[in-house]
């Protein structure tokens, strides 16, 4: 197979999903960009980029630094591409982030059809489904977070992780009503996208051992590997990490070899698609740590999310970004997750997600398109 073609659709959402304090001044309209690559067999892969902040910087990276190092290329020299695409970056490309995951996910994807198998099974099973634990936005008041928690343990989702919006005691206050409010029985997580203090984080986490969660996710950022390891050292619940470190594995692996960090993230948005978030799972299986798979905001790549998560053994749970309709766009349909919180991965050839192609044309701002 060749690839002969790469197309992108700059989709419009006008959106925005977090607070001000997040969002800042600089507009904040969480569209994306569609990816399709087409091989000479007319196989199809497809994936969904991040453009939260700038569809143009999501576009312009794809349309120009990538694009060019795809057509010709056969689309099962993954792992050359992904090691050039690497070299970019150092050489002055410095990709966000959010890319080049996507492109790596699109590759996959037309590799998986090709051999007629669902992602998870092409990339060797390990189980077909997980429970799933509903992961909230930010809100105002410590009632929102109940009636949220609440809610989805009333759709039978056995579990529920905070998003606490600071200060400290407010976090406190909000870890304390969503126990009381779910019972002793129910998993409960928090990830405060924090930046504390060190004292102010071990106050926090033997709150939280007390109050027995399942762990504490990112009270400072990534690159505070030294915090991290002192956090690690003081507390007995599991610290999650890395959600946003660089450098995919070999930046993970620093916070390893650190004693950084108990449980890694990653997702295949924001750790170079599919190839890097499994040299992730696999670096941190090799330390006995888990890998926790990290949602990408968009259902579609969830669904990939999924496969991962399903072709590996160290990740316990599905990160189930709610409210799911806010993160449902551009794909068709819901993810498929049912009465008893466990949700099942797709069984058709590649994904097994559809995209809402109508929906994608009507609100596309920008299409574009090289060919061989």
């Known amino acids: 197979m060749k690839i002969v073609k790469f197309e992108t659709w700059w989709v419009q959402r006008d959106n925005c999903l977090f607070d001000e304090k997040r969002q800042g001044k600089s507009k904040m309209p969480w569209d994306v960009v569609v990816i399709k ?98 992961s909230g936005l930010f809100h105002e008041t410590v009632d929102q977070y109940v009636e949220e928690a609440l809610y989805y343990k009333s759709l039978g989702i056995h579990a529920y992780k905070a998003h606490p919006p600071g200060p400290v005691q407010m976090d406190m206050q909000i870890h304390q009503a969503l126990r009381e409010a779910v019972g002793d029985e129910h998993v409960l997580l928090t990830d405060p996208v924090a930046e504390y203090s060190l004292d102010e984080a071990i106050k926090v986490g033997r709150h939280l051992e007390q109050l027995n969660y399942l762990w504490f ?117 819901k993810l498929p997750i049912d009465s008893e919180g466990m949700i099942t991965v797709p069984e058709s050839p590649g994904i097994g997600a559809e995209l809402d192609w109508e929906l994608i044309e009507r609100q596309c701002v920008s299409y574009k398109k090289i060919e061989a």
């Open 217 to 333: 996710e990112e009270p400072f950022r990534d690159f505070e590997v030294n915090k991290y390891k002192q956090l690690c050292a003081a507390l007995d619940i599991p610290i999650a990490a890395t959600e946003t470190t660089r450098g995919c594995h070999w930046g993970v692996a620093q916070s390893i070899v650190n004693n950084a960090a108990d449980i890694v993230r990653a997702d295949v948005s924001w750790k170079n698609g599919i190839t890097g978030t499994l040299k992730i799972a696999h670096l941190a299986e090799a330390f006995g740590l888990r890998c926790e798979i990290h949602t990408t905001t968009i259902n579609y790549m969830d669904i990939v999310n999924l496969h991962v998560s399903c072709a590996i053994r160290n990740c316990e749970y599905f990160e189930y970004f709610v409210p799911e309709d806010q993160f449902q766009f551009p794909m068709k349909g």
């Open 37 to 134: 690559i087409t091989t000479d067999n007319q196989i199809e892969g497809q994936a969904v980029a991040m453009a939260a902040r700038s569809g143009a910087v999501t576009e312009a990276y794809l349309q120009d630094n990538i694009a060019p190092i795809l057509i010709g290329r056969d689309p099962y020299d993954r792992e050359a591409i992904w090691h050039e695409l690497w070299n970019i970056d150092r050489h002055l490309g410095f990709f966000p982030v959010y890319l080049p995951g996507p492109v790596d996910v699109a590759l996959w994807d037309i590799a998986a059809q090709a051999a007629g198998l669902p992602l998870y099974k092409y990339m060797g099973a390990y189980r077909n489904k997980l429970p799933v634990y509903a």
